[in-house]
């Protein structure tokens, strides 16, 4: 059995960064994620003021400004291509009532804002996205106060960036989410001393003067490691131990939907990194068969979805996703960009509104990927090629960089 190490959770980098810096005095993240995305967080906390030292390339010291310490920038904030730190630094401006525009990518300029900008909105905040709904958007100083809210589609992103005003403000924010999406932003609120708790399905945090972090280690990225599951299940690898992945209940729904297939996985050494559940992933080939895929379980494996289509093309039967009309406004649409590719590299797959049905066979897959840029589509599909007797390529390999850039040395490596 072949033990692999992997990158630090991209979610939980993102809201480490930005809490560490409002808190008060130096505080040591361990296993950050170097990635594009976790860099464009750091990049807009440098330009509000905020020390971050990098002592290698999985760690850095930020020295925290407090909850009243950022200070406005007199450039454009650049969120590059990531969705988390557009939406999570608008809410964390607002809160601070801090003049601002965030900028991104023609990629992230496209993607959805006004989900975040109108319950921002609702709180009092000065914020106006693009005339399409998406970058660059502006925000103006203006006090917030108190708000309930009721999500209609279910965002951990929104959810974290009103948690943030909510902090910043110094006010009482309930967020009521019908469906319970990941919950990183309130377990390390709590782990920082902020009241956060549930009342009936909706998350609620209460007013604080300060927040306190002296050093956190971030876990693997459970998404991450998604990818190298089904490389082992399919049999392009060796069984894998993974070490140290993050198994929050929130973000387990691809490892349990992979189990519902006949996926042999089990975890291992299980303990917790402060507030976050982590353990060894054992995986082992398996044979798998197609499932129907909806409902509640989306929220938890909307990441994953790309790979588990993938896996579905060499599984047994047929495999149904509804309810996942949310890829269609992600780095790409990832809805269709997974049935065309399919389609190219010779499987059977059919779209839907929300989704897709794939068609699993064991005959050899050839052909050329169209990624549009998008990092998971790229490794999804650079799994499909890792396999024997398959013989695919991608039109931009490099485009993993922004969540994962040694993606392909850690699959070739375990091949």
């Known amino acids: 059995m072949r033990s692999v190490g992997l ?46 030292l990098p002592l290698d390339p ?29 939406r999570l630094m608008a809410g964390l401006l607002a809160g601070a009532g801090l003049p601002a525009r965030l900028i991104g990518d023609a990629s992230l300029s496209a993607r959805p804002m006004r989900r975040v900008a109108e319950p921002l ?15 660059p958007m502006t925000l103006g100083a203006r006090r917030l106060h108190e708000l309930v809210w009721r999500t209609e589609v279910p965002s951990a992103q929104v959810k974290s960036a009103l948690l943030l005003a909510g902090l910043m403000a110094g006010v ?24 956060v708790h549930r009342d009936g399905t909706a998350i609620v945090l209460e007013p604080t003067d300060r927040i306190a972090i002296d050093a956190l280690d971030v876990p693997g990225d459970c998404s991450s490691a998604a990818f190298l599951l089904g490389l082992a299940l399919l049999g392009g690898s060796p069984p894998l131990a993974l070490q140290d992945v993050g198994v929050n209940p929130g973000r387990i729904g691809a490892i349990e939907v992979l189990r519902r297939m006949g996926a042999s996985i089990r975890f291992e050494s299980e303990r917790s990194f402060g507030e976050e559940p982590v353990a060894t992933i054992v995986v082992e080939p398996s044979a798998l068969r197609g499932i129907t895929i909806g409902g509640a379980m ?76 998008d990092h998971r589509i790229a490794m ?10 398959n013989a695919i390529t991608l039109d931009d390999p490099s485009c993993v960089a922004v969540s994962w850039p040694t993606f392909w040395d850690v699959l070739r490596d375990a091949t």
């Not at 068609?359 to 169209?370: E, T, Y």
Request: hydrophobic letters at 45%; aromatic letters at 0%; charged letters at 25%.
């Open 58 to 86: 999985a760690e850095m010291v930020v020295t925290g400004v407090g909850l009243r310490g950022l200070r406005a920038s007199p450039t454009d904030l650049d969120c590059g291509n990531s969705g988390t730190s557009a």
């Open 7 to 52: 990158p630090g959770d991209k979610s939980i980098s993102h809201r480490a960064l930005i809490l560490a810096a409002v808190t008060e005095g130096r505080a040591r993240i361990r296993g950050v994620l170097s990635s594009a995305d976790v860099a464009s967080t750091a990049g807009v906390l440098s330009a509000l003021g905020v020390a971050l």
């Open 380 to 389: 999804a599909f650079g799994v499909l090629g890792a396999l024997k007797g």
């Open 298 to 373: 989306i929220p938890a494996l909307i990441d994953e979805l790309p790979l588990l289509a993938c896996v579905a093309a060499r599984a047994e039967g047929e495999t149904v996703v509804t309810g996942a009309g949310e890829l269609r406004v992600k780095e790409s649409d990832r809805i269709r960009a997974v049935v065309e590719n399919l389609r190219a590299v010779g499987a059977e797959a059919e779209e839907l509104p929300d989704g897709f049905v794939v068609r699993g066979s064991d005959r050899p897959l050839r052909g050329m990927v169209r990624t549009h840029g």
């Open 172 to 195: 009482r924010v309930a967020v009521d989410e019908p469906i319970a999406t990941r919950d990183h932003t309130e377990r390390m609120l709590r782990a920082a001393g902020v009241d």
């Open 121 to 135: 909105r609702a709180m009092g905040a000065d914020i106006t996205p693009s005339a399409s709904g998406g970058l």
